[in-house]
């Protein structure tokens, strides 16, 4: 027996008990035998404006409801999240946790900020989500840790005592999250390296990110007895930008890429124990899989759209799961889970999987909630990606789960009826052969 879940635009999360067909072999899409890295888990980021939006506009039963399903282990099961360190885009307004000038010993750190907003949203989620992991990033060091001292643009001043205070600051925010019940699993020490943008922001060339995980995050870290895992990232920009060079996307040569600069450094490479890509890094996954296996490839921020919230953007989203998870990812983590219909600090209006009326409160589920749910409600944590063939293989992939379940989530991306023959060649009394509705996404659990 195989329970089929299906969405199209008209009919959400349609839910049907069908029984397999014997296929030997499928042109469709078929297993090839091969079984690949163990997912992690799939989440969201914590962001001021998505809890602004669930604390003042829901209604209190409504925000319940959309942490419930967000994070209960029945429901999405969203168990890897992100948080900014500090402010970021979607923050209400920027801010670090020292602001003082000249602060080396960081007397004046403090969360006070974050115990108002970010940790109680991640509160709310760990009532429902016991398994919680989450990993963070700054988008600003402190301003007087840069130059010029502004949280939008700049570097991190790259001195001895400026790049030890970092590497402490990092340590305090560890160490208080913890106090507060909150784990930091893993830190990414600066959000997309490589973009100087409009809201909070630093450029880091290779070198100097090498230095700074080399010489004085590792080490504190090591020293001071922090577990929270050091992850190159998150980055954004693709192969063709990830070289290293005096300055910001300054082409030295084909052969001393951003990422191995520092990979080939076993003194830096000791503290990596992962990658992150976003964005334009999409491009630079399969060749740093390819590259570097034994290191963890992670996708910690889903593109964001333009707030329309369209069904061809989820479409788009699919495709985008689909690549990260055949090129080696472990998780695949949404950027703004809940929004109102207001733009960000810097003017941008984004997609979000729900959405809060500011006026009435309404709470609409759109479509990339639906795409994210076809994958993260059945895709268990220690599920294995499993090697596929077939016409259907860009649009369609397949998880074994640890209790032996396969899931196969399909997508039909065109303005057609499509035929869909699925075979495991090993069992082929586990086929299916079913006819996928137009523009739909499609989850099949085969026991």
Excluded at 368 to 388: Q, S
Aim: proline share 4%.
């Amino acid at each position: 027996m195989v329970t089929w879940i299906s969405t199209t635009q008209d009919d959400k999360f349609v839910d049907n008990a069908i029984n397999t067909t014997a296929v030997q072999e499928s042109e469709d899409f078929q297993l090839t035998g091969e079984k690949f890295q163990a997912v992690r888990g799939f989440g969201g980021c914590f962001n001021e404006l998505g809890y602004q939006a669930l604390t003042e506009k829901a209604s209190a039963e409504d925000a319940e409801e959309v942490f419930k399903e967000l994070f209960d282990p029945s429901e999405m099961n969203f168990v890897f999240n992100r948080a900014p360190v500090g402010a970021n885009d979607f923050s209400l307004d920027w801010y670090s946790y020292d602001e003082t000038d000249g602060d080396l010993e960081l007397k004046d750190f403090s969360i006070a900020r974050d115990e108002k907003t970010l940790i109680p949203y991640i509160k709310r989620a760990q009532k429902y989500q016991p398994n919680l992991e989450l990993f963070a990033s700054p988008w600003s060091p402190p301003t007087w840790m840069k130059f010029p001292k502004v949280y939008n643009f700049g570097r991190l001043v790259m001195t001895p005592e400026n790049l030890q205070a970092y590497a402490n600051y990092f340590v305090k925010y560890v160490r208080a999250y913890e106090a507060q019940g909150i784990k930091v699993t893993h830190l990414f020490p600066q959000n997309e390296v490589f973009a100087d943008q409009k809201f909070p922001s630093c450029l880091y060339d290779s070198e100097d990110m090498k230095i700074f995980i080399r010489d004085y995050l590792g080490p504190t870290f090591e020293r001071e007895g922090i577990d929270t895992q050091i992850c190159l990232g998150t980055l954004n920009g693709p192969e063709d930008m990830a070289f290293t060079g005096v300055g910001y996307g300054m082409r030295m040569d084909n052969y001393n890429r951003w990422v191995d600069n520092i990979l080939f450094d076993e003194d830096a490479r000791k503290y990596i124990k992962g990658i992150g890509y976003q964005w334009a890094g999409r491009a630079a996954v399969q060749r740093t899989h390819s590259s570097w296996p034994q290191m963890e490839i992670f996708q910690t921020e889903s593109e964001c759209g333009n707030g329309e919230n369209a069904w061809d953007y989820a479409e788009y989203i699919f495709h985008l799961m689909n690549h990260y998870f055949k090129n080696g990812a472990t998780t695949y983590t949404y950027w703004n889970m809940v929004l109102t219909e207001v733009v960000s600090t810097w003017g941008w209006m984004q997609n979000s999987l729900f959405t809060v009326n500011s006026k009435t409160g309404e709470v609409t589920r759109n479509p990339e909630y639906y795409v994210m749910k076809h994958f993260a409600k059945y895709v268990k944590p220690g599920a294995r990606v499993l090697g596929t063939s077939g016409h259907f293989n860009s649009m369609a992939i397949a998880f074994e789960n640890p209790d032996d379940t396969i899931v196969v989530v399909a997508q039909n991306a065109l303005n057609q009826d499509m035929p869909f023959a699925f075979a495991n060649p090993e069992h082929p009394e586990q086929g299916l052969n079913v006819t996928l509705k137009a523009r739909s996404f499609n989850t099949f659990v085969l026991d």
